[in-house]
Structure formats: C-alpha cells, structure tokens
C-alpha cells in the first residue's frame, strides 16, 4: 500500500512538475494551448504607455503588438486573445520570472544583472540617461545639483548611475522617489525636485505632455548609454526565436522605422480628454491661455459628465410611454412644454437611481486631476506617502474618505428619491409605473 501511495505521489510530483514547465518554460505551447498571450506594458513610459480606458500605446506596445500576430501566424491559431498587464519597475521582473506576463515591452534596460533572472530580446532602442530641469533653474550639468533635489522612479537605476558618474564625485544631492515616472516629473512639475535623473525618452514624453513644455529643459552630460529590449523568461529559447525573428522581419521590411517615425519623429498624442483640455485647447483658442489648471479641469469632466447625464435622460424619456407624450400634445401644449411639466417629471423619477451613480463617478473621476497638477484628494495622498513612507496608512485613510463621502452622496440621492416618489407607491418612482 505504502509503494503505492508513494508512486502515486511521485507521478502527481512529476505531472506537476511538468505543468509548471509547460507553463513558464514552453511560452509558445502556453499560447497555443490557451489562445491567449499576456502583454507586460507601461503606464507613463516613454516607450510604452496609456490613453486611459486600458487602451496601451508607444513604439514598443506597437512592436509588441506586431509580434504577438507573427506568432498567433507561426501557431495557426484563428485569434489571439491578447491581455494587456501594467507593470511598474518594481514589479516587472517578478512579473515574468513568475508567469504572471509573457512578454514585456516597456523601457528595460538590458544588463548583465538582469540576465540572471530574465531573458531580453534583440535591442530595440538605444537610450541615454539624462537629466530634466525646469529652465530658469539654472542647471546644466551634474555639479550643479550640488545640495540640491534629485527625483527618480523607484525600481530604476537612474540615481545609481547619476551618483557613479565621475563627474558627480563631492556632488551631494538628495534623493527622492516616485511610484512611477508620471509621479516623478510630477515632484520637479510641482517644485518638490529640483531635478528629474531618468531615460531621455522618458523626460521628452512627460515634458511634451505638460502644460508648458518650455518651461523645461533637458541637461547635463550623458549620464549612461543603455540598450532597451523586450523582456520574456529564462531558459525558453523557442520563444525568444519567435520575438526576435519578428524584429528582424520588421526591421527588414522597414516597418520598424515607420513605427519610429510615427513615435518619435511626429507630436506625442493627447493621454486622455484633462490633457487635451489642458494642452491643446489654449492653443487654439486665446482666451484660455493662463487659465487655471482647475478650471479647465472641471471643463473637461463637466463637458463628459455633461454627455453621459444627457444619454441617462434620453433613455429615462424613451421608456415612457409613447401616449404621455400625444397626450400632452393633445392638451394643447407645446412640445417645450409637453417636456417641461409631461415629459421630464416623470421621466426624471426613472432616472435617480443612474444619476446617483454619475454624482460618485464625478467625485470619483476627479482623481485624475493630479495628472495635471492639480491638488486634490490623490495628489495630497501622494505627497503624504512620499513624505511619511507610510504608504498603507496614507491610502487607507484616502480610500475610507472616498467610501465616506460616496455613501454621504447616496443618502441624499436617497432622500431626494423619497421626496419625489409619487404618493401611493411603495418601490418608489419604479413602483408609479408598474
């Protein structure tokens, strides 16, 4: 009995085992066998990055893109269901080595480090380390950030780099970091880094995305030379052949340098509708220029909040019956007025549940607003964190005001619904129509 028990485990063992290395060692059979492919992408990376509503863009998203449907060709498989999976610098090779992300194409540097945990396709792009300032700080090179506020990304090596540069011998600086790129240009855009040590590409994409670009300035000696690349896991030969086969097709075809044209060579596109409010709008109409970053804010959620209220009304008056409307009509009313005192009362009742919804979403949706430098509830969070390290409290503290002041706003929408339910009814403006 014990024999058996004991081949028994050793077969579970071996089958196991053999799971787990189709899993992390055969990427391909992975794919082939689910359909589907796990795409490492950045947030705020000069390579890789976001509109919003998990839509992932930059040169390498698209080259990624390009590889994944040469390998859906190489497998026969009819779809490909590609996931797109954010990472950080911290996170990214846990991420990989794990099984987590199949290919990650964001701004990784290639380096010998590294290859003990991770394998890296063919280099891709070629970045220098350098240094963004505002333009009337008066930096233009390393010894002049003596005694002065260095901000980087955490996870990254662009400080590391910065302190072993020769010309930085007797420079002392302080440092401080940022969860993401986006939150360390945040720290120079809002004087809190005098500085900002990072990938060219990635200082050129958040200063093109401010308000002001000239107001900044890229300085300094060239801080390192590093090779970027797409990164994959260890030990599986057959599908770093089939990433870096599609590279070198792309790159025989010349569409890769089409793709760099588009990328780098053309304006960067607006990340979300704050950023075309806040950047393209007072360029093409004068009057908001020097407009406050707050108003323009509320322009662009009131205009979207504005969209989504006036479908919810629509919908609340198409589920009224045709004959309110006739009947109105037939009354002698006008068809302003037939929706005046007919049409809006009732449909309005309909549409409190929805509208409730929109009154969290904007308070909600508001949270966005410190892309743009503009201090709320999420900026102050980001600003305590980094001042206190003491990130769990901070954001706990940040989420019971969010779940607070939501439930403040159901318990008026609530009572508002109570006051306008029409008399007799049990369920409310739901039960008048039933």
């Keep these: 009995m014990k024999k058996h028990l004991l081949a028994a485990t050793v077969t579970s063992l071996c089958l196991s085992a053999g799971s787990v290395g189709a899993q992390t060692g055969d990427t391909l059979a992975k794919i082939k066998t689910s359909g589907s492919v796990t795409l490492g992408v950045r947030e705020s990376s000069g390579l890789s990055y976001t509109l919003g509503n998990g839509k992932y863009v930059g040169f390498h998203t698209e080259m990624a893109e390009r590889i994944l449907a040469d390998i859906q060709k190489q497998l026969g498989l009819a779809t490909l269901a590609t996931k797109y999976q954010p990472v950080t610098s ?54 002049d950030l003596n005694g002065k506020t260095v901000a980087t990304t955490t996870g990254t090596t662009s400080v590391q780099t910065l302190r072993k540069h020769q010309r930085a011998d007797g420079v002392d600086f302080k440092e401080v970091f940022g969860k993401d790129h986006a939150d360390s240009f945040l720290l120079l855009e809002t004087g809190r880094a005098d500085a900002f040590v990072m990938d060219v590409s990635i200082l050129a994409a958040n200063i093109s995305k401010s308000k002001a670009p000239s107001d900044y300035k890229i300085v300094g000696e060239v801080l390192s030379v590093e090779p970027i690349a797409c990164m994959l896991r260890k030990d599986d030969p057959a599908f770093k052949k089939a990433v870096d086969d599609s590279i070198k097709r792309q790159v025989a075809d010349g569409s890769l340098a089409k793709l760099y044209d588009k ?67 037939a009354m002698g009313f006008t068809t302003l007025q037939t929706y005046r005192y007919v049409l809006l009362p009732m449909a309005f009742r309909i549409i409190i549940p929805p509208l409730t919804s929109e009154m969290m979403n904007i308070f909600k949706n508001s949270s966005v607003a410190f892309a743009v430098s503009v201090a709320e509830l999420t900026m102050f969070a980001m600003q305590a964190q980094e001042e206190t390290a003491r990130g769990i409290e901070v954001y706990l503290a940040v989420t019971a005001l969010y779940i607070i002041s939501a439930l403040i706003i159901n318990r008026i929408m609530v009572f508002i619904e109570k006051r306008v339910r029409i008399p007799g009814t049990a369920g409310g403006a739901a039960g008048g129509h039933r």
Excluded at 294 to 307: C, H, K, P, R
Aim: with cysteine; aromatic share 10%; hydrophobic share 40%.
């Design 263 to 329: 990328w780098f060579m053309q304006p960067v596109p607006p990340s979300n509708q704050i950023f075309l409010w806040y950047h393209v709008l007072p360029s093409m109409f004068p009057v908001l220029k020097g407009a406050p970053g707050f108003a323009l804010v509320v322009l662009a959620l009131g205009f979207f909040t504005s969209a989504r209220i006036a479908e919810q009304v629509r919908a609340g008056i198409q589920t009224l019956p045709s004959g309110q409307r006739y009947a109105g009509l």
């Design 90 to 143: 911290q996170n990214r090779i846990p991420l990989v080595t794990n099984g987590t992300v199949d290919l990650e194409c964001g701004s990784t540097t290639n380096t010998t480090a590294r290859q003990k945990d991770v394998a890296f396709a063919m280099t891709t792009y070629v970045e220098e380390i350098r240094t963004a300032t505002k333009a009337n700080s008066g930096i233009t090179s390393i010894r």
